[in-house]
């Protein structure tokens, strides 16, 4: 039978490329209070370089932007809402921002059901291949909003995006 499967004994070269790297997580709780956006901004600042990401770069720009205004829209519109958790993982690729609050109401995802700053989340995503999408927490009574990103290839300085 093994010699079907010769990968079995010995792991290709191939195999080896193929396999993603494990996922890197991080989560940061904050108190739902004007200083929530501050703290969860500085939280995730702190942990792009120790997943790769250029702490100055426009992609690390577009992180933080996206989750200040996750935050900010706890603040605005889950107002029961004691804790946010704040939950950023890198892995195949892509990095997710992920918020999550006791609010079990689900924003809409359209372009006309979009506040301003959830529009800039979607435009900020789409710029880097990803998307905003949110579900029902699984553990509690609340959502999560989820923005995945494409992390881009790092280009050589002085080389511009065309």
Do not use: C
């Not at 892509?94 to 989340?121: F, K, N």
């Amino acid at each position: 039978m093994d010699r079907f499967r010769p990968w079995r004994k010995h792991l290709p070269a191939a195999a080896v490329e193929h396999t993603l790297p494990p996922v890197q997580r991080h989560l940061v709780s904050v108190q739902v209070a004007p200083e929530a956006v501050r703290e969860a901004r500085q939280a995730v600042a702190e942990h792009l370089p120790k997943v790769g990401i250029a702490p100055n770069s426009a992609f690390a720009g577009a992180v933080l932007l996206v989750a200040s205004e996750l935050v900010a829209n706890v603040i605005r519109h889950a107002v029961h809402t004691p804790v946010a958790d704040v939950g950023i993982a890198v892995g195949g690729g892509q990095l997710v921002i992920a918020v999550a609050d006791g609010d079990p109401r689900l924003p809409g995802l359209t372009r006309d059901a979009m506040g301003e700053g959830l529009r800039t989340v979607a435009e900020l995503a789409a710029e880097y291949d990803g998307e905003v999408s949110a579900e029902s927490a699984v553990d509690h009574e609340g959502k999560v909003v989820f923005v995945r990103f494409r992390i881009p290839a790092e280009r050589p300085s002085g080389v511009s995006r065309l």
